[in-house]
């Protein structure tokens, strides 16, 4: 953990460069990078689940201006779940998206008569044309936290309907229920009617029109859909947020610069992850007893040692705040057959307190175990 914490450290404070004609790659030459056809969570089953634990830590910024993490004080942990699902079938006869739209108001409501209507040209009833992605977190304050947090837990849910040919959104939505500030709304951006509705817990709802772009809630799958992560290339996004759509009361739409570094190393997986050996097998990763270090001197944790490919994410516009870094794994995730890529391993980001406008906490997520078997 402490090589993670200090390479986060220098990553997070890194300069990212893009362009808006063209990919330029480490060596300075010009490449594309576009959606790959099939995508990287392709398998038989049509499911794909992640879990990570995380953990936030005390952060704050030294002197000099270098980033500072207190690794003693872990302020909260919890656990991070991404699902992909793809609809094998046409869609309209999907028990799966039945399910999904099921549990979900709204979508019942206004997505799931277009799905069924086949006269609709909106939709496509190909089968395997969509992928919804359902992520959920849960983080709980411990006694290190402010007093006002600890014990509290705060949990977000969120579920995205992506078209597989082009990523572009169906619809996305989201809950949080924040404890320790006591925020609680719903959103969802609905690309079908070009409408975000935005609710909180007090009732209030706020209806803003919206345009067609890629979705805040599905931009680490759009990355990982990239053939460019592992080309060490740079792009930029434009990214509809909907909370931020229904807070400000007007569409919201962020830059988001992406630039990769190909050849890094991710280490200190536990070896106790089944899913290591399951996938990957014990010849496509290093594995390391005891602490020890590389050849070029740098710390290396106990456990498996896997390479990847490191992406920074970072906003554009003025107040950007701080960058987010993913690390995907370079080695195919390999079961029965199946072959899946780009699974990200892990992702570290610092935070600011919105009115002191300074760091105050360091977040990771890391992997504990990977499935695509429901």
Known sequence: MKKLLALAACLALA??????????????ETAVSEIMRVKPWANNNNYEKSTYEVKRYAASINEDGAASVDEDT??????YTTETITFGTDISASERFTEIADSIPYV?????????????????????????????????????????YAGKTDTMESTVLVRNINMMPVFSHKTAELTTSGIVYESVADYLNSVNVYTQ???????????????????????????????????SFEIHNSVETGVYGKEAV???????????TLSGIDPEDAFVTEYLGEDSVEYF??????????????????????????????NRGTSTTVNFSDVDFGYY??????????????????????????????????????
């Not at 962020?254 to 890094?264: D, E, H, Q, R, Y």
């Not at 406008?357 to 499935?371: R, S």
């Open 15 to 28: 300069a990212v460069a893009f362009t808006g004609c063209g990919f330029p790659s480490c060596g300075g």
């Open 74 to 79: 872990v302020l909260a942990e919890g656990t």
């Open 108 to 148: 019942a409501e206004h997505i799931a008569p277009a799905v069924t209507d086949k006269a609709n040209g909106s939709i496509s009833h190909a089968p395997g044309a969509y992928s919804a992605v359902r992520t959920t977190l849960s983080l709980t304050y411990t006694d290190k936290a402010d007093a006002a």
């Open 201 to 235: 817990d007090d009732g209030d709802e706020v209806r803003t029109e919206i345009e067609e772009n890629f979705d805040n809630e599905e931009l680490l799958s759009l990355v990982r859909a990239q053939s460019g992560v592992q080309a060490g290339l740079s792009t």
């Open 254 to 264: 962020n830059t988001l610069a992406v630039s990769v570094t190909t050849g890094a």
């Open 289 to 318: 007893a005891e602490d020890t270090t590389d050849e070029n001197g740098n710390e290396i944790s106990a456990g498996y040692s896997f390479p990847a490919n490191q992406v920074t994410i970072s906003r554009t516009d003025e």
């Open 337 to 374: 057959g199946n072959t899946m890529t780009n699974v990200m391993l892990s992702m570290w980001t610092y935070e600011m307190d919105p009115e002191e406008k300074v760091i105050d906490n360091f977040t990771t997520y890391t992997i504990t175990d990977y499935t695509i078997n429901e």
